[in-house]
């Protein structure tokens, strides 16, 4: 018989197991693995309060210098990160085997990116922001000015400390708590392609401001104007890969997340920029800590029944029905939503039904099978702002009636049973007629 002793040694043993057990199964959607890639190690304290808050959310950051020659993002054949951050704007080129290149595969292969710029921005930094579907100014002495929308602190007297409040309207991206302070920016502008459906403006200049150099007066009207500016842009590719990209590095420093803003025009201070809301929640959401969809216990099955069949018969009554969770950051979460549907699909669909949620994260629905057979699909495309995308299928074939699986009598058939009988009456009778009359 077991004593107390020997039940709390096992419990001991155990508990590291079970934790073990917990921890896999609350696994986030992505990595921990950052790597920070900067072009003078005084960024790292002049932006320490932005990594901390990395750091506390449980990021393991790797601080390298841009040139280093060491540098590596993958190791026989195994990437070293789940992300990168880039806050190099002046760097020519990188060091090691990593060039704009590397960066864009490492994009390709579903990982994460933040891109800050600013005036000083290389080449480089501009061809991978192209390449994710920003198009910097390509006059490389041109800032953002705003005569209406500058921050009063502005002791420079040029107006490029912008302070920023046309946010876009997402909770998913920039979180459920609005935020109430202009966000400060000092930096270069970007233009985002309207039909580029990819790519979101997160902060968006006013319709006042314009690129320009500062320190010459307008030979010709600038190429970047109005609400086309774009300060702050992210997108998200097909294979759910996110990247933000920032005219503005000071934008992530200490001095610009601790500072107070007053907008010119406006009698109300604020004691401290929206900056530290803002990076904080739009990194939440490039590093798939907010937004990030998965679909579990895919069934379908014939109307009271509960095994899945290889095949399906037209008409059938069949049900169908997908689990579907969203990552808060600590663990999964019912995603509700009222717009995901399902097709059923053969060269086009032939049934499109919007399924029903117990608000628990299962999604169902139910249809009879058209009378069509073939090779159909089950397939669900869920596309939502600010949500990875959802895209999965399930292949199943559908076959007519076997010969004995007709009804013994059809009733549309019913005319030309008339007629057959009709036919056959008809012609006993011109027989008798013909045989015996006289």
């Not at 959607?29 to 890639?37: A, D, E, Q, W």
């Not at 690129?211 to 997108?235: D, E, F, Q, Y």
């Not at 579990?296 to 399906?312: D, R």
């Amino acid at each position: 018989m077991a004593t107390p002793r020997h039940l709390l040694l096992l419990a001991l043993a155990l508990a590291p197991l079970l934790a073990l057990a917990a921890a896999d199964a609350e696994e986030g959607p992505r990595g921990r693995r950052l790597l920070v890639l900067l072009d003078d190690l005084a960024v790292r304290s002049s932006h320490s309060a932005f990594f901390g808050s990395l750091q506390a959310r449980g990021f393991d950051l790797d601080f390298r210098l841009a040139d280093d020659p060491k540098l590596s993002l993958h190791r026989y054949g195994q990437y070293l990160y789940d992300g990168l951050v880039l806050f190099a704007p002046s760097t020519p080129r990188f060091g090691g085997s990593v060039d704009q290149n590397a960066v864009l595969e490492f994009i390709d292969a579903g990982h994460d990116m933040i891109l800050a710029a600013d005036s000083s921005a290389s080449d480089l930094i501009r061809g991978i922001a192209t390449e994710c579907g920003v198009d910097f100014d390509e006059d490389s002495e041109a800032m953002v000015i705003d005569h209406i929308n500058y921050a009063v602190t502005d002791v420079d007297g040029d107006h490029t400390l912008i302070a920023g409040d046309d946010l876009i309207q997402s909770d998913v991206i920039l979180g459920s708590k609005k935020i109430e302070a202009p966000v400060l920016f000092r930096g270069i502008g970007h233009a985002v392609n309207p039909s580029n459906n990819l790519v979101l403006k997160v902060l968006s200049a006013s319709p006042s401001a314009y690129s320009a150099n500062p320190k010459t007066k307008l030979a010709s009207p600038p190429s970047l104007t109005g609400s086309a500016i774009s300060l702050v842009s992210v997108m998200q590719a097909r294979n759910n890969a996110r990247v933000l990209v920032s005219g503005s590095l000071d934008m992530f420093s200490n001095r610009f997340l601790k500072s107070g803003v007053q907008k010119a025009g406006s009698k109300k201070s604020h004691e401290k920029a929206g900056n530290e809301q803002f990076v904080t929640e739009t990194s939440k959401w490039v590093f798939h800590e907010r937004g990030h969809l998965k679909a579990v216990n895919v069934k379908h099955h014939k109307v009271g029944e509960t095994n899945e069949p290889g095949m399906y018969r037209i008409n059938d009554d069949l049900e169908y029905s997908v689990e579907i969770y969203e990552w808060s950051g600590t663990s999964w979460k019912p995603y509700v939503a009222d717009d995901v549907q399902l097709q059923f699909f053969m060269m086009s669909p032939y049934v499109l039904k919007t399924m029903s949620t117990d608000k628990k994260g299962l999604y169902s629905t139910s249809f009879k099978v058209p009378d069509v057979y073939g090779v159909f699909q089950f397939k669900v495309e869920y596309q939502r702002l600010g949500y990875t995308g959802l895209s999965f299928t399930k292949q199943i074939p559908v076959r007519p009636y076997r010969h004995n699986e007709y009804e013994r009598f059809i009733t549309s058939a019913f005319p030309y049973y008339t007629a057959s009988f009709s036919t056959m009456g008809a012609f006993f009778i011109f027989s008798f007629v013909y045989l015996y009359h006289k």
